[in-house]
Nanobody
Framework: QVQLVESGGGLVQAGDSLRLSCAAS????????MGWFRQAPGKEREFVAS????????NYADSVKVRFTISRDNAKNTVFLQMNSLKPEDTAVYYC????????????WGQGTQVTVSS
């Protein structure tokens, strides 16, 4: 079992930056691939970015590529999402999630943090 707690959300203007953090506890953090997802009002939850257990491999949704950067600090059991050049369409609740080794799905989720981008 791993527990995830996101932080860093808030209200910003278009063009601003935010850094989200997700602190993990409970199990060996480096055993889990990590991902960020988001859900806007009235929309399905969507993938934003993922990072491998070592941090050596990352993937991004096309909509955030170049603007967002996912990273992790295994010594601090934390994964980050640096979001630059934010747009109103980035407004959503952002969730971090953990995927165990040999698992095809993200089995652990945080409670989410709200990001609101005003135009």
């Amino acid at each position: 079992q791993v527990q995830l707690v996101e932080s860093g959300g808030g209200l910003v203007q278009a063009g601003d930056s935010l850094r989200l953090s997700c602190a993990a506890s409970g199990r060996t953090f480096s055993n889990y691939a990590m991902g960020w997802f988001r859900q806007a009002p009235g929309k399905e939850r969507e993938f934003v970015a993922s990072i491998s257990r070592s941090g050596g491999s990352t993937n991004y949704a096309d909509s955030v590529k170049v603007r967002f950067t996912i990273s992790r600090d295994n010594a601090k059991n934390t994964v980050f999402l640096q979001m630059n050049s934010l747009k109103p369409e980035d407004t959503a609740v952002y969730y971090c999630a953990a995927k165990a080794l040999f698992s095809d799905e993200y089995g652990y989720w945080g409670q989410g943090t709200q990001v609101t981008v005003s135009s």
